[in-house]
């Protein structure tokens, strides 16, 4: 178990630049989950991923916010035309749905955007 | 919808200290319980849970009970160290973990030797 990891640790860009993350869950879970954490605030919901279908993406918070799980292993989430309020921590968490129960979300160290 | 509430921090307690932070959720049905943690530096790990009323869920000397009637999962520890100095979140989700977790806003504690 090597855990979920995401990169880029941090990234900082200007104002209107696309950015991409990456998050590579726990191996043998089916289930990938984003979160945007602002300071001084909990992780807030923005979409998940069983295998390669995307259950929900209501919560992402604008049409610039797309996500993508290809082949149902690792995940990307691309913000476009950032904008100051963009500025967070983006979460990934990971999850093993197997024989209909839902086991706990293990989380990434986060990738923490700034915009310049 | 659904919604968590914590006690602001920061907390700071004396090592050996008795620790309780509250949390009081407002949902409708009855949800799964969760108490994550944040070292410094680190990303959330989950401490412990509880999935249906009047479940205890314990770990690391911390526990937490899931009361339907006050609405609430309050932690607390009997005796916390400097190594316990974290954030601590309350959340909660309606299927044992496997979909949204809504997180409270986090509450910071601080141990002093």
């Known amino acids: 178990d090597t855990g979920v990891s995401q990169d880029p640790r941090h990234k900082i860009t200007k104002r209107g630049q696309n950015v991409t993350f990456r998050c590579d869950p726990i191996s043998e879970h089916n289930r990938l989950y984003w979160y945007r954490q602002t300071l001084g605030q909990g992780p807030e919901f923005l979409t998940y991923f069983q295998n390669e279908a995307q259950l929900e993406k209501s919560r992402l918070l604008s049409d610039r916010f797309s996500a993508e799980r290809p082949k149902g292993s690792f995940s990307t989430l691309e913000i476009q035309r950032t904008e100051q309020g963009d500025s967070a921590m983006y979460l990934c968490?990971?999850?093993?749905?197997?024989?209909?129960?839902?086991?706990?979300?293990?989380f990434g160290d986060g990738t923490r955007l700034s915009i310049l | 919808g659904d919604s968590v509430t914590q006690m602001e921090g920061p907390v700071t307690l004396s090592e050996e200290a008795f620790l309780t932070i509250n949390c009081t959720y407002t949902a409708t049905g009855y949800p799964s319980l969760f108490w994550y943690v944040q070292y410094p530096g680190e990303g959330l790990q989950l401490l412990l849970k509880?999935?249906?009323?009047?479940d205890k869920g314990s770990n690391k000397g911390f526990e937490a009970t899931y009361r339907k009637e006050t609405t609430s999962f309050h932690l607390e520890k009997g005796s916390v160290q400097v190594s316990d100095s974290a954030v601590y979140f309350c959340?909660?989700?309606?299927?044992?973990?496997?979909?949204?977790?809504?997180f409270g806003t986090g509450t910071q504690l601080k141990v002093e030797l």
């Open positions: 959340a909660l989700d309606f299927t044992g973990g496997g979909n949204k977790l809504t």
């Open positions: 968490a990971s999850s093993d749905r197997g024989q209909g129960v839902d086991q706990p979300q293990h």
């Open positions: 509880a999935t249906k009323a009047d």
